[in-house]
């Protein structure tokens, strides 16, 4: 999102909000844009930045081509700073770093930005700190907090504030981002069924342990539907190994949800719905011939019931044999 009127199509309400203050030449001192991974904070945050220091603003929008523009797009503006936490935490000795080097730097103009990325990692004496920074009547500062976690965020910081909230994406959008973003199609439709963050699933596109889970879910419905009787073996040798943390069984069970859903939609004729496999495969034509549609219901309970089971700390290797023996019915 380079301009307001891209910020428009994808969180048409925030980019409202800012570009009404805009026309109106009433800039709040100090934002938090609270959202999800992908949503477009950072991207908000640098075209507030861009529009208060644009040297051949066109409206509402900076012309993305002045020297301001592109020094704020590369990083290097000397009165746009960005903070992220160092370690678990924003700490107080960063914001009297950053109030350091803005007393030295300040020769371009009055005005000065902050971002700050993890605002909820704030420590309240950097808070505190960052607060009265912002309230000195002499000082054009911006802050602009950027949030994931909107629980999190200190009381004196959010009523201080103008809250804008982002949407997260919805799965056509996200699919359509993502194949803008290079990925092909059929994995578009999937990350966009899995995730409903950006980032996220471009992440994960790239990601060898995920890559794999997905290839043993393919084979562990195979086993299923062409071995029945190898189906123990075929966990202890291949399955149990790939997924050890909790949260990796969550995943695998939740992978294995989207493989039934797609035998499912099959055999209700909504093929187009299809998800993990790309529609014509012929693992799900098979499936189909093995289970009736009420098995499939039953097998979507019976994988909702396991991944409760893991949330509970029973033994996941106990809960994917219970579990394969309950599809296989
Ligand atoms: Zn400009």
Redesign the pocket.
Known sequence: MQTWDEVAHVQPLAGKIITNSIKKNRMSHAYLLQGGRGTGKEAIALLIA?GL?????QGVE?????????RIESGNHPDVHWLEPEGQSIKIDQIRHLQKEFTYSGLESEQKVYVIKGADTLTANAANRILKFLEEPSRQTTAIMLTENSQAILPTIRSRCQVIDLKPLDPGSLKQRLQEEGMAKQQAVFMSAWTNNLDEALALNNNEWFATAKKLVVQLTEVLIQNPNDVYLFLHNHWVGHFKEKDEQEQGLDLLLLAFKDMLYYHIGEESQQVFFPPGEELVEKAAMTFSREQLVEVLNAVLLAKRKIKQNVHPTLVMEQLVLQIQG
């Open positions: 861009k220091f644009c040297e051949n603003p900076p012309c993305l081509r002045c020297s301001a523009c592109k």
